[in-house]
C-alpha cells in the first residue's frame, strides 16, 4: 500500500503538451491544453502486464475526477 503507479505518466498512456498563449507577467493568460490518457479498469503498480485497460465504445461517457488537477499540478502550474 502506498506504492506509486509511475509507469502510468509515461507515454503512451499519458500525454499532455502545452501551448500557452503570450501574456505579460502578472497578467491573465490563456492555457491551451489537449491531453490524451489511456483509461484502466485496473491500474496495478506492477506495470501494464498486470494492468486492465478500459474497452471504450462510442459515446461512452467517462469520468475525469481529480486528472486535470493532478495534471496542472504536476507541471507546477498555478490556477486561479
Request: avoid cysteine; aromatic fraction near 12%.
Amino acid at each position: 500500500m502506498g506504492e506509486i503507479l509511475l509507469w502510468i505518466k509515461e507515454f503512451p498512456y499519458y500525454k499532455w503538451p502545452l501551448t500557452i498563449l503570450i501574456f505579460e507577467h502578472g497578467e491573465a493568460g490563456k492555457l491551451k491544453m489537449e491531453f490524451w490518457i489511456t483509461p484502466f479498469d485496473h491500474a496495478a503498480v506492477e506495470g501494464i502486464d498486470r494492468s486492465t485497460v478500459t474497452q471504450l465504445k462510442e459515446n461512452d461517457v467517462i469520468g475525469l475526477h481529480g486528472v486535470l488537477s493532478t495534471m496542472i499540478k504536476s507541471k507546477n502550474l498555478k490556477v486561479s
